[in-house]
T-cell receptor, first 115, second 116 residues
Framework: SAVISQKPSRDICQRGTSLTIQCQVD?????MFWYRQQPGQSLTLIAT?????????ESGFVIDKFPISRPNLTFSTLTVSNMSPEDSSIYLC????????????FGPGTRLLVL | AQTVTQSQPEMSVQEAETVTLSCTYDTSESDYYLFWYKQPPSRQMILVIR??????QNATENRFSVNFQKAAKSFSLKISDSQLGDAAMYFCAYRSLGGGADGLTFGKGTHLIIQP
């Protein structure tokens, strides 16, 4: 398994500003994922972040809005840029771990409210 | 693209009874993983059970078991002897096997209520 922490756990931001969310894993992992969970909704994959390469974004998500860094095998950041109230969501970091089991584990999430 | 459908927005069960949550999916792939995740009010996503599509045997984890019907593309979760702590949102999820598409595709979730 993998233990994942995220910072901040929650934040309230003004529209037009940016917020960077940090994700730290207790072991080295190749793949890290960022998901968004809008209020009362399911999880949607934003992007996949591999160390040493550009993140791969899913349809509907762009790098200018959600830039991602992956400086090493245990850490990643997601920035939500130029925020609007529609960005109010829970943002979850996830990693694939466990060798052949290939299970995805999730962080506790960052709850973001944009006013 | 793969899709995952959970047709039951909410289910209610009496404590100690058995409940089955439904999940269907659509894919053209032959190899993949299926998961059930639990999200309690704390919002932490917790893996409940995992099924590899190439395995015919249904996965079991204590009180949790699945009924995996590959031809029908069905993946239901059975919870036996329901406990109050089982109350949560349950999400069915799909993941491709290889090919670079390693993210999960989630269903909309089923809210499970446990009646004491």
């Amino acid at each position: 398994s993998a233990v994942i922490s995220q910072k901040p756990s929650r934040d309230i931001c003004q529209r037009g500003t940016s917020l960077t969310i940090q994700c730290q894993v207790d072991s080295q992992v190749t793949m890290m994922f960022w998901y968004r969970q809008q209020p009362g909704q399911s999880l949607t994959l934003i992007a996949t972040a591999n160390q040493g390469s550009e993140a791969t974004y899913e349809s509907g998500f762009v790098i200018d809005k959600f830039p991602i860094s992956r400086p090493n095998l245990t850490f990643s950041t997601l920035t939500v840029s130029n925020m609007s109230p529609e960005d109010s969501s829970i943002y979850l970091c996830s990693v694939k771990a466990g060798g052949p089991q290939e299970t995805q584990y999730f962080g506790p999430g960052t709850r973001l409210l944009v006013l | 693209a793969q899709t995952v459908t959970q047709s039951q927005p909410e289910m209610s069960v009496q404590e100690a009874e058995t409940v089955t949550l439904s999940c269907t999916y659509d894919t053209s792939e032959s190899d993949y993983y299926l998961f059930w995740y639990k999200q309690p009010p704390s919002r932490q996503m917790i893996l409940v059970i995992r099924q590899e599509a190439y395995k015919q045997q249904n996965a079991t984890e204590n009180r949790f078991s699945v009924n995996f019907q590959k031809a029908a593309k069905s993946f239901s979760l059975k919870i036996s002897d329901s406990q109050l702590g089982d109350a949560a949102m349950y999400f069915c999820a799909y993941r491709s096997l290889g090919g670079g598409a390693d993210g999960l595709t989630f269903g909309k979730g089923t809210h499970l209520i446990i009646q004491p």
